[in-house]
C-alpha cells in the first residue's frame, strides 16, 4: 500500500545515459538544497528514503554499474516514503556522450557506445511510462552554456539557482 504523498517532501530523480550529465545534474540540485550525493555512490542507496529529508535528489546512469537499473522500483520505494516524485531526464548530444563513453571505459568503442545510449534511452521510457506523473527532460548543452536555462530550470520547481560552476565537457571532443 502507497502512502500519501505529502506536498513538502519531493524526491529529484535524475536519471540519463551513462556520459549524459547526471552527475553534473545531482551536483546543481545539491548545490540548491536537496540531500544526496552527486557521485557514483550515493548515500540514499544506503540511508534509505525515511530519513526526514524533504528535498532529496537520487542519481542512476543507465546502464548503472554493469546493471540496469530498476527505475519503476525506486520510483515506488520513494513514493512509498512520502515523497513526490519528480523524474528528470538528461540527454547529451549522442555523438559527445558516445565518445565520451568510450573515455571514460564505459564503452570500448563508438558502436557499442551508441548502442548502449539507444539501449539506456528506451529503458528509462519504459520505466517512465508505467507512471502518470510528469517527468522533464533536459539537454545538456543549452543547460551547461545558459545561465538563463539553468535559472529557468530550477525556478520551474521553486528552487535557487545552482551555485556550481559550470563547464561544457563537449568541446574536447571537437
Known sequence: MQK??????????VIGPESSGTRMMTQAFISSGAYGDGGHAQKLDKDGFNEGHKLIVLRRSVPHGVNMPPITKLINRMQNSGYKVIPIVILRDKDKCAQS???RGHASNLKGATT???RAVD?????LSNFSMPFHVIHYEPFVKSEKVRNAFFS?????PPKIDFFNANEKYS
Not at 520551474?156 to 535557487?160: D, E, K, S
Open 4 to 13: 500519501a504523498v505529502l506536498v513538502n517532501k519531493r524526491a529529484f530523480f
Open 101 to 103: 563513453q568510450v573515455k
Open 116 to 118: 548502449s545510449i539507444e
Open 123 to 127: 529503458h528509462i521510457y519504459n520505466h
Open 156 to 160: 520551474r520547481f521553486n528552487l535557487p
